[in-house]
């Protein structure tokens, strides 16, 4: 189940950060990575709060890569 849905909503949540600077982007990409990994912790019977932690970073970093760098 993790491969199937957790990680692919995942992906796709941070993908959707917002903002048009690499701070903005990572706050935005960590929020919404943390709020999808405490809910995939939780459906998968883990630990919400280490999927939060591991969330927020795939989050932020992702929100950070994928900011355009002028």
């Not at 999927?51 to 591991?54: D, E, K, T």
């Not at 970093?61 to 890569?65: D, F, K, R, V």
């Given at each position: 189940m993790l491969?199937?849905?957790?990680?692919?909503?995942l992906l796709l949540a941070t993908l959707a950060g917002c903002g048009d600077d690499p701070g903005t982007r990572a706050l935005t990409g960590a929020g919404i990575g943390a709020g999808a990994g405490a809910a995939g912790g939780a459906l998968i019977g883990g630990n919400p709060a280490a999927?939060?932690?591991?969330g927020g970073a795939a989050g932020a970093?992702?929100?950070?890569?994928t900011t355009p760098h002028n």
């Open positions: 491969m199937r849905v957790i990680l692919p909503t999927g939060a932690v591991l970093a992702t929100g950070y890569a």
